[in-house]
Structures are given as structure tokens and as C-alpha cells.
């Protein structure tokens, strides 16, 4: 079975920087592409990084150059660097990936706080 | 960059009744589209894919139409369960969401 579990959301202070983890089961994320996505309080979805399975990365705009997206192969586990935190970076940080059709499997997700 | 627009932003609705919710893309993305409902707390769930496949448990209530363009989901008739939020996404390399359809009760 399938399983995303995100970790490492908290409150953070505007400027600073934070590691969010998403732990996958049940499939190599190696094999799949692995995305995060966010959601603002009582807002809509917005994509904001993608790692292939190839390696290549891709980001969202908003973030492009203050997020880094990672995976680490030995732990089977998907990353999502933030720094340079900004208010509006505040959301629900959902990882998910493919199971052949399009965004299958979405972990619980985690909130992130920036805020002083 | 790919935009989709969704409308209406709201549907107000009675159980029972068919659920038309409009996506339209800034340039043809083929088939390349898929619909997710989300509920309060909850991720989204996948519903449709490719436009117009089913995942496998979804409700056949539920259905997906278009191409290029404009695409469309379908409730055929409500049920208390379906009462949520839709999206419609594209991928091309990077990722695209439009701002949703909210499906609530009259």
C-alpha cells in the first residue's frame, strides 16, 4: 500500500529557513515523479516543485530560488528546502505522486506557520 | 505558461440534482487533464484523469468530458457525499491547478 507521510511543518519567522520531509512506502520514489503542493488557509491548490525520476526539477515562480526540492534514494524520502521564508509561503505542504494516471497518492500534509 | 480557469466559482445545489463544472485552458493541452475533489481537511482525492478516465472506486455518477480547451465535469446526480471542492490540474513538465469549483448545498 501506498503511504506519504510529511513531516517537519512548525512556525517559522519571516527571512528563515525550514526542512519539510515527506516519508513514502509501498514504492521507490525513485521510480515516480514526486511533487509538493501547497494550500493557503481557505484557499485554493498551488503546485510548487516537481522532481523526475531522471533527476530534473522543476518550480513554481513563487518559489523559484528559495525552495529546493530533494530526495534522498537510501531513505526512500522526498524534501522540500525553505528558506527566505515569506508570510505568504504560509500553507498545508502536501507531497504526492503518480500512480500511473496523474496525482494518485497525496500524503496528510504539513502546515507551515511564517509568522513573527 | 498554461492557465485554468474554472467556473462557476460556487454551484449551489440540491442532492439529487447535476453537478456541470466548466475548465478552460489558456491553449490546448490535448487530453492532458484531471479533476480532484477535496473536502474539508482532507487531501485531494484523484476522480478523473486523460479527461475522461475514472479511477478505479470512483462512483460512475462521476464523469469527465473535452479536449484541447475546454473540459467539463460531471455530477449526474448529487449525493450528500459529494458536496466539496473540485479542481482540475495539467501537467506539461511543471504543474498547473485551476482555482477550484466549490459544490455546496442549497
Known amino acids: 500500500e501506498v503511504q506519504l507521510v510529511e513531516s517537519g511543518g512548525g512556525l517559522i519567522q519571516p527571512g528563515g529557513s525550514l526542512r519539510l520531509s515527506c516519508a513514502a512506502s509501498g514504492f521507490t520514489v525513485s521510480f515516480n515523479f514526486m511533487t509538493w503542493v501547497r494550500q493557503a488557509p481557505g484557499k485554493g491548490l498551488e503546485w510548487v516543485s516537481i522532481i523526475y525520476s531522471g533527476g530534473d526539477t522543476y518550480y513554481a515562480d513563487s518559489v523559484k530560488g528559495r525552495f529546493t526540492i530533494s530526495r534522498d534514494d537510501s531513505k526512500n524520502t522526498l524534501y522540500l528546502q525553505m528558506s527566505s521564508l515569506r508570510a505568504e509561503d504560509t500553507a498545508i505542504y502536501y507531497c504526492a505522486t503518480t500512480g500511473g494516471a496523474a496525482l494518485d497518492y497525496w500524503g496528510q500534509g504539513t502546515l507551515v506557520t511564517v509568522s513573527s | 505558461e498554461i492557465v485554468l480557469t474554472q467556473s462557476p466559482a460556487t454551484l449551489s445545489l440540491s442532492p439529487g440534482e447535476r453537478a456541470t463544472l466548466s475548465c478552460r485552458a489558456s491553449?490546448?493541452?490535448?487530453?492532458?487533464l484531471a479533476w480532484y475533489q477535496q473536502k474539508p481537511g482532507q487531501a485531494p482525492r484523484l476522480l478523473i484523469y486523460d479527461a475522461s478516465k475514472r479511477v478505479t472506486g470512483i462512483p460512475a455518477r462521476f464523469s469527465g468530458s473535452g479536449s484541447g480547451t475546454d473540459f467539463t465535469l460531471t455530477i449526474s446526480s448529487l449525493e450528500p457525499e459529494d458536496f466539496a471542492v473540485y479542481y482540475c490540474q495539467h501537467c506539461n513538465k511543471e504543474f498547473t491547478f485551476g482555482g477550484g469549483t466549490k459544490v455546496e448545498m442549497k
Open positions: 491553449q490546448s493541452i490535448n487530453n492532458y
